[in-house]
């Protein structure tokens, strides 16, 4: 396996949108980066609360378990993560990887440093999609995540042969997820 590099990267993998490594001034950073791509979290969160008292179970996943919260709705650039709470949000970017590569997806240590974890989940070959992103706030404190900025980062992986059954051979049940996307057993 060999890791991408930033050219390859706009060569080889379709993200739309695309956004070149530029300075944002006060702006969580995104777009292509040397051996990767920092994508950007959308407004939509889905924020765990235990307010109905539901047991968290991936084979019969409650919508009482959590509460929604657009930001751009609220005409806010920022969501609030309770103490020791736990969200599910989307990435702005859609993604569609090729056959023969793999992305790891790992969290941004602008949000690391603040506690902030972002769940490190695999992008399989000819997976397509929005990702739904898993965000912890480890801290005893509330942590604000801004919309449309950088949250994690995308290493791209290529095979050294092309693999034999891919995400799309399999039917896999979270191909072509348009949004944030709750857990599902099938």
Sequence with gaps: MGILCDTQIRELIDIQPFE?????????SYGVSSYGYDVRV??????????????????QF??????AVDAAA??????????????????V????????????????????RCGIVVNVTPIEPEWRGKITLEISNTTPLPAKVYANEGIAQLIFLKGE?????????????????????LPRVD
């Design 20 to 28: 070149p490594n530029v300075k944002r001034p006060g702006k969580i």
């Design 42 to 59: 959308g407004s939509m969160f889905k924020i765990f609360t235990n307010i109905n008292t539901q047991i968290i179970d991936p084979k």
């Design 161 to 181: 042969q092309v693999c034999s059954i891919s995400y799309a051979d399999k039917a896999g049940k979270y191909q072509d997820q348009v949004g944030l996307t």
């Design 93 to 112: 970017e859609t993604l569609s990887m090729p056959r023969g590569f793999l992305a790891i997806c790992v969290g941004k240590s602008t949000y690391a």
């Design 74 to 91: 609220e005409g806010k650039d920022h969501v609030v993560i309770p103490p020791n709470s736990f969200a599910l949000c989307e990435t």
């Design 62 to 67: 409650s919508d009482r378990s959590f509460v």
